[in-house]
């Protein structure tokens, strides 16, 4: 049984999870950009396995010429602009180093390897199940020039982005260890707690994952009171967080940040650390991401932390526990986007932390996903389906032939286009189907089911289905492997309508795309009236509610996956149709839309 916030975890039969606990303290030279660390970890076997061994991520390694995140950037096709060659013009005091200074196990010292990114560790003694041991390490980093996420002095002026910072337990579940190299794509942490004393150079304001211990110590306004009286000792003043139930721990620090909070009704606490405001930009932020935050906690489940905070820092941006890092200079749409984006991944990344290293698409499609429906939430005349434009982006990766299944592993992508579409937009539109298939009223059932059932764990696509099979009540396996396991796509035509027989016309479908999905079609005839009809499809073993515009929908016998075309007949004269469309709300992900309208359009392919 595991606990999270005093509640117990109940999860799928035989599920377990390890367990850390970390403290840390770092003492940090601004001015050589280098920190020493101790860490003392416990760690929890919660498996079944004995472990021989354990493996530490040392994500600073990666900012290092000829590194794999290096060599990675500069061979692959189309390398991401903002690393591209820069890692092999690194200097001596501008790459990022962790350098292993004491290790020991339950006071007994360890024998280990550095392999790149990844320390590999010798226990001293094997970890029974259901045992706990005790790590203690002491170690000397240095800050990278900031580069991608991480690092110091960005273009911004920001001086530090503390991500990926310190030597991390790498995860082991049912798969075993997870000690994946660093190549700047995605990442897997174990839960645990933190408890983190940063000693800084006392004009630095610092944010990020946790809650501040010592607000009257550092003066940095983080009580709801205001600013505080400083009362310091030397130069230095020595920040304290801690963060309970979280897999990773961030910060950024920088001497010019502007402190400010706003309130979400019935919670979080929101902090905003920015450099300027010259725009305003970041006033007007604030009050649109109250809102926004209140649309996430009501739609897709209730964030279950007492605070978050947006700063300025890092590249573009990127999510972490309780916190994002995101870069200014943007217009107000782009500023309000990505803010949304990244801190929403809080959700998927966050809270359930599903393996984006190996489910990308989990991650960052769910919350592409949200990102629009709140975007367009916000707006004063809202889309109907707000995810509609996103078809496009697949159907251009189909065209250029460069597709590669969901299965792959974030780092193995072939291409960085690939990867980017795979993970934000087909994951995206995965959940559009899903929504389609199942119906609104399911689908939004089991978003939020699915939340709070696997809330600090780390749900599989498996769990993820079960949980929308059950609040649905229809199969859904025959999806995911398609969508998920194959580059197969979507597309239904309209071929023929047939000569009158009686006063009734046959209407002919083709499959022409792989996927085979039920099918929603309407029919407008020339006194105005609307006829709806749909075709479910064998595999679901049953169909999806009648939509409230689908008055009088008529179901048709299901089209069997093995059969490439579907004949069926209206009641009303061929003359006599105006219009027919599959799937007027386009929310089906058909890759060439021009193919099931009748009349049929000049542009038909």
Known sequence: MLLAFGVEIHAQHGYWQQHVSYQMEIDMDVDKHQFAGKQKLVYQNNSPDTLTKVFYHLYFNAFQPGSMMDIRSRTIPDPDPRVGDRISKLKPEEIGYHTIQSFKQDGKPLNYVVQGTVLEVDLAQPILPGGKTEFLMDFYSQVPLQIRRSGRDNAQGVDFSMTQWYPKMAEYDYEGWHADPYVAREFHGVWGDFDVKISIDKKYVLGGTGYLQNPNEVGHGYQEQGIQTKETLGDKLTWHFVALQVHDFAWAADPDYIHDI???????????????????????????FVKAFGIMNDKFGKYPYK?????????GGMEYPMATLITSGRTYGGLLSV?????????????????????????????????????NALQKEPAENPHASEIDGLANLHKNGLQEPLTTHADHYQTNYCYGVSSYVKGSVFLMQLEYIVGKDAFWKGMKRYFNQWKFKHPT?????????????????WFMDLWVGTTQHIDYSIEELEKEKKGKTEIELKRVGQIPMPLDIKIVDKDGNTMWYYIPVGLMRGEKPAEETQVGRVILPDWEWTNPNYTFEVDIKKRKIETITIDPSKRLADLNNTNGIYPFPKERK
């Open 262 to 288: 706003q309130y979400v009704p019935n919670g979080p606490t929101l902090h905003f650390l920015y450099q300027e405001d010259t725009t305003g930009h970041w006033a007007k932020l604030q009050k649109d």
């Open 307 to 315: 605070q978050f905070s947006v700063i300025q820092g890092g590249d």
């Open 339 to 375: 803010t949304i984006h990244e801190a929403f991944h809080n959700w998927y990344y966050g809270v359930l932390a599903t393996n984006e290293s190996k489910y990308p698409w989990m991650d960052e499609g769910f919350t592409s996903y949200a990102q629009d429906y709140v975007l």
């Open 461 to 477: 696509p498996n769990d993820f289905l079960r949980v929308m099979e059950k609040t649905s009540g229809l199969e859904l396996n």
